[in-house]
């Protein structure tokens, strides 16, 4: 069963806009990853935010993580036709577990 | 360093064969994951091998089994092929002793049984 839900479940907006992408999940977790994956191909790992960590930045992307709310956002700034892809949470449960449980991911178009 | 590499990359079986597949990890990485990713259930955990172990496995039954070389390399094989087994199979590496928790996707095997 997933771990993680995600909203909404596809996005579309214009190129330049924010995207925002939401992500819950159900037990406590070690760590939490967000994941891209274009046109069914492998997943490339974007941010890694742990469970004592509140925001984290990597170049155009911010992720927050709620510890009491069991929830996690994905921004995008500055959107790009390049960013379309399918987006993903997955969550670590516990340290060295090496078993990402995965939410059913976000569909992200960006219009030109 | 080269990323990790799947063969094959497709591959179309009928229902009943088995299959093999390939995954060969990033240099250094002792850990390899294998993950199946379907439109109606998403990607979902099979198992992890660590130095030759099977560390962590999934909720999948018996016919979905794997192992790992001494270069880490792993596959998996499944056996008495059902329609349902049609899937992306993705596996991903990372070093696995908790120094890194990301963990590096190939570009995965697309099984279609028919």
């Known amino acids: 069963s997933q771990q993680g839900e995600e909203d909404p479940q596809a996005l579309s907006i214009q190129e330049g806009e924010n995207a925002t992408m939401n992500c819950s999940y159900k037990?406590?977790?070690?760590?939490l990853q967000w994941y891209r994956q274009n046109s069914g191909r492998g997943l490339v790992h974007l941010i890694l935010?742990?469970?004592?960590?509140r925001e984290k930045h990597s170049g155009r992307l911010r992720v927050t993580l709620d510890t009491s709310k069991k929830s996690s956002s994905l921004l995008i700034t500055a959107s790009r036709a390049a960013d379309t892809a399918s987006y993903f949470c997955?969550?670590?449960?516990?340290?060295?577990?090496?078993?990402?449980?995965f939410g059913q991911g976000t569909r992200l178009t960006i219009n030109p | 360093k080269a990323g990790v590499t799947q063969t094959p990359r497709y591959l179309i079986k009928t229902r009943g064969q088995q299959v093999t597949l390939s995954c060969s990890p990033i240099?250094?990485?002792?850990?390899v994951s294998w993950y199946q990713q379907t439109p109606g259930q998403g990607l979902q955990f099979l198992f992890e091998?660590?130095?030759?172990?099977?560390?962590n496995k999934g909720n999948f039954p018996g016919r979905f089994s794997g192992r790992q070389f001494s270069n880490s390399r792993s596959e998996m094989n499944v056996s008495t092929l059902e329609l349902g087994d049609s899937a992306l199979y993705l596996c991903?590496?990372?070093?696995?002793?908790?120094?890194?928790?990301?963990?590096?996707f190939g570009p995965g095997t697309r099984l279609t049984v028919t």
């Open positions: 091998y660590f130095s030759e172990t099977q560390r």
């Open positions: 037990t406590s977790i070690n760590n």
């Open positions: 997955a969550t670590e449960l516990f340290q060295g577990a090496q078993k990402l449980v």
């Open positions: 991903a590496s990372s070093p696995g002793d908790g120094s890194s928790y990301e963990q590096y």
């Open positions: 240099s250094g990485h002792r850990s």
């Open positions: 935010i742990r469970s004592n960590e």
